[in-house]
């Protein structure tokens, strides 16, 4: 099973709200990703869990708070966002994100298509 | 940190012609490079990916080159069909310096095959 699954599919959120994505994947992996995509452009990495530890924090504003409560779980925490927030975001995960030595492909969940207004 | 650059940014070809797809990478640390093909509204999918211990691999009407002295790699697309269609990313792993590897990606190429 290669499979990233996410939830919700889409969501639609006010400035004032608080919301949560989830992902989650079986593949035993030992990283797991988030990604904000905007239309026509390459994801863009936001946070790196290695081993269920934030590794990365790509300078992401604090209204984007990230969780890990288990090697299969990753959850992204959003509050006061801005409608500039508005995009896919994509988790991901990979066997382990700290050996150069593998390949550690990346694999994609479907994604989230947040719309804040 | 790593920079990857990628042409064409759109690229149109018959059905049946070949594609070629173009990126270059700044880190001559950088040691594994995927492939992701998006079709709309979906998540990226790899296609094939290559590590810099080998100069060529493919997958059936995908093959990937890699030029470590140059810092350049290459899908080859050949006897294109419509199916094909989608914006495909290049991607470079590199070490983040913060005890964990990550892919800096390129701006993509949207490819459109015509029937």
């Known amino acids: 099973d290669t499979e990233v699954t996410q939830t919700p599919k889409h969501l639609v959120m006010g400035m004032t709200n608080k919301k949560s994505l989830k992902c989650e994947q079986h593949?035993?992996?030992?990283?797991m990703y988030w990604y904000k995509q905007k239309a026509k452009k390459p994801p863009e990495l936001m946070f790196v869990y290695s081993y269920e530890k934030l590794s990365i924090n790509e300078s992401v504003p604090s209204r984007f708070s990230p969780e890990c409560p288990n090697s299969s779980l990753l959850n992204l925490h959003l509050h006061a966002l801005q409608p500039e927030d508005s995009a896919l975001y994509l988790c991901a995960s990979s066997q382990d994100g700290t050996s150069g030595r593998r390949t550690d492909t990346q694999y994609f969940g479907p994604g989230t298509r947040l719309t804040v207004l | 940190g790593e920079n990857v650059e990628q042409h064409p940014s759109t690229l149109s070809v018959q059905e049946g012609d070949s594609a070629v797809i173009k990126c270059t990478y700044s880190d001559s640390a950088s040691n594994y490079f995927p492939w992701y093909k998006q079709e709309l509204g979906k998540r990226p999918q790899l296609i094939i990916d290559i590590r810099s211990n080998v100069g060529e691999k493919k997958d059936q009407r995908i093959a990937v080159t890699l030029n470590k002295t140059a810092k350049h790699f290459s899908l080859h697309i050949t006897e294109t069909q419509p199916e094909d269609s989608a914006v495909y990313f290049c991607a470079a792993r590199t070490h983040s310096g913060a005890g964990s590897y990550q892919l800096t990606f390129g701006k993509g190429t949207k490819l459109s095959v015509i029937p």
């Open positions: 593949m035993g992996h030992r990283a």
